[in-house]
């Protein structure tokens, strides 16, 4: 049996919750995906979102998460 890899994206951009799987056919194609979607969304990247969370699972594990991050804004203090 052939092995396929799941990306599992999701993001909170001004409070609306955006979710998705993609389907790679590589493990070397779902971290590609992976570091594109972090590097696209998380980090401050964008003003807008606030929480990211980007993982990897695939078929033959049986659920095994292979590769995750979760991104939360940091809260910004007043400045003095």
Known sequence: MENVFFLHQIKRTNGTIDKGIVVKGTLEAAKQ??????GAYAYGQNADTDFVSCHITDLLSGGMVL???TWIKPEETPAE
């Open 33 to 38: 995906g992976y570091h594109a979607y972090l």
């Open 67 to 69: 590769l995750a991050e």
